[in-house]
């Protein structure tokens, strides 16, 4: 699934002065549209496009793609606008108005570029890292860029960061080849230890080269003290990460842009012949990176722009490289490798994956995806038998009510993971134990879902049982609008689902449903001795009411038939 970058709109955009400006050079403003236009008359033969914006605490950056029918990709047009979203918030904890306004222009730019190439609001996915993740007023952020562009933000967790950098840098590796990734950004750093292209283990270091330059980088040259500064942060810091990781590991990946700049440095400042360094590639030895820090720590600017450091990096390549340096000395890591690919190239892998699936991978997907939930689940004693019974009428009743709900595949899925796993929260106490989900679900390391379909999955778990969704509940507020009516949907399903299992017996052997009149009516076919489950479904109707905007009234009918087993 390597996408390959073969487009003439890929070429980076640069800002044209000191004050990180995001319009566009002349060369890409000529190149992209026509690259695009040609894309789109030819996208409907060639399958859909897609697009993923990454914004991180330095960058944002843009990929429009064509994905096939068999999942494999071609990047159509790339873009970058350095406007420094992380600017001042790791000081002082928001976002500045100015930052915003450079992201939300940015952003506006990308989502024309887009959408000339053939994508529609619903393949693009934005998301957002560190930076973001730690400001205040991040839902600034979030209406702003959406009234301007019409792109709807995520914000992801660093697990999901991870995930998402290890899928983009390691997507088609073989399943028990072990590296080491490292993603050096402006506010965190990924350290990753992967198993083929899923991690092992990760850890979300609160190091960034934006980071460090604000709080210590005070002079230019930086000082001996502020150097020192860093260093001690950055040891400091990489107490957090395992120590069975030191000396297990030769060689580091680094992805994104700072590990290729110290490597580009390592190469200017070698000495070789050209053809040595190029029969190099793109590796540097711990030696070499030290050397590359000795000589940022004794240069000013102006120096650094003669070595070729990008002028969105000039004054912050510095602390990124002794990030770089930190970490290969304190996991004893003899060479550093960069690569080209890391969080952009995973959104959009990823995104592959969810809106187009290869022939015969559909099925190993969702079992796959059932495996970790049950996983879980078995983790933390939940009742299984109970919980696959909720799911089956959950699923039945989603698959009957489409004319209704008007929900797809995307939702499905919420709600099998919700219904599945609706009662973990009876791991910490039976009261209230629809709240315990909540926490438990919110905070769960469920693979196959995004950090913001766990919270959809959580929410809904949430309104199982008691109390129907309220605007005046924080779970429910945190949800965009579009989100709240997605899961007062699912909720709804999930309650008469649960209801009709009241006993834990799996009496109930299938649903059936239709509509007279404005009235859904549901037959509920079931072992003698079913009526507590049809009562109780009928007393947890009352949102499904809502939703359906009628009566909502069930018909039971049993049979004696053998007991499973």
């Not at 957002?128 to 995520?154: D, K, P």
């Not at 400091?236 to 110290?262: E, H, N, Q, Y």
């Not at 959950?394 to 698959?399: A, M, P, T, V």
């Not at 899961?487 to 299992?501: E, F, I, S």
């Amino acid at each position: 699934m390597a996408a390959r970058r073969k487009s003439a709109a890929s070429s980076r955009n640069q800002p044209a002065t000191k004050t990180r400006k995001t319009a566009p050079s002349k060369a890409r403003m000529v190149a992209a549209p026509r690259a695009v236009a040609n894309a789109k008359k030819s996208s409907k033969a060639r399958g859909q496009v897609l697009a993923v914006v990454d914004l991180g605490s330095n960058s944002v950056r843009l990929q429009v793609a064509q994905a096939s029918s068999d999942g494999q990709i071609a990047v159509l047009a790339e873009d970058r606008a350095a406007v420094r979203l992380g600017e001042q918030v790791f000081r002082t904890g928001r976002l500045s108005t100015d930052s915003i306004n450079r992201t939300a222009a940015a952003l506006a730019r990308f989502a024309k570029l887009a959408q000339r190439a053939g994508a529609g609001p619903a393949t693009i996915r934005a998301v957002a890292t560190s930076a973001v993740r730690e400001a205040s007023n991040r839902q600034q952020l979030v209406r702003t860029v959406r009234a301007l562009s019409g792109i709807s933000i995520e914000v992801i967790s660093g697990a999901e960061e991870a995930r998402l950098v290890t899928l983009g840098v390691l997507q088609g590796s073989p399943p028990h080849e072990r590296n080491l990734l490292m993603d050096i950004g402006g506010g965190s750093t990924e350290i990753i230890a992967a198993v083929g292209e899923e991690p092992e283990s990760s850890f979300s270091l609160a190091l960034g080269s934006v980071r460090l330059w604000e709080f210590f980088a005070k002079s230019d040259p930086i000082s001996r003290r502020d150097a020192k500064l860093v260093d001690e942060a950055i040891e400091d810091a990489m107490g957090g990460v395992d120590p069975l990781l030191i000396g297990k590991f030769k060689r580091i990946i680094g992805a994104a842009g700072t590990t290729s700049a110290v490597v580009a440095l390592a190469r200017r400042f070698s000495g070789a012949s050209l053809a040595a360094r190029s029969a190099r590639g793109g590796r540097a030895t711990y030696a070499e990176v030290r050397m590359v820090l000795d000589k940022l720590r004794a240069s000013s600017v102006k120096q650094r722009r003669k070595w070729g450091v990008e002028e969105h990096r000039v004054d912050i390549i510095y602390c990124g490289a002794a990030i770089c340096e930190g970490v290969m000395r304190a996991l004893r890591i003899e060479e550093l490798e960069i690569t080209t690919r890391g969080l952009r190239d995973g959104l959009m892998a990823d995104l592959v994956r969810r809106r187009i699936r290869p022939p015969g991978t559909g099925q190993h997907h969702e079992n796959a995806i059932l495996a970790g939930l049950r996983a879980f689940g078995r983790r933390v004693g939940y009742r299984e038998e109970h919980a696959e019974q909720v799911m089956r009428l959950s699923l039945s009743l989603f698959d009957q009510t489409k004319a209704i709900h008007r929900l797809g595949d995307e939702e499905r899925g919420l709600l099998q993971a919700a219904a599945l796993l609706h009662d973990v929260g009876t791991f910490i106490s039976y009261n209230r134990h629809h709240k315990h989900s909540y926490y438990l679900l919110y905070h769960a390391d469920i693979p196959g879902f995004t950090d913001r379909e766990r919270e959809l999955i959580a929410t809904i778990a949430r309104y199982h049982r008691r109390s129907p969704p309220k605007d005046r509940h924080e779970a429910f507020a945190l949800l965009a609008p579009e989100e709240r009516i997605v899961v007062r949907r699912l909720a709804a399903l999930l309650r008469v689902a649960d209801g009709l299992d009241r006993g834990h017996r799996r009496h109930v052997r299938s649903v059936t449903v239709s509509r007279r009149s404005g009235r859904l009516i549901i037959d509920v076919d079931a072992d003698a001795g079913a009526e507590l489950e049809v009562w109780s479904a009928q007393q947890k109707s009352d949102l499904l009411q809502d939703v359906s905007g009628g009566p909502v009234s069930f018909r039971l009918h049993t049979a004696r038939r053998p007991r499973r087993r």
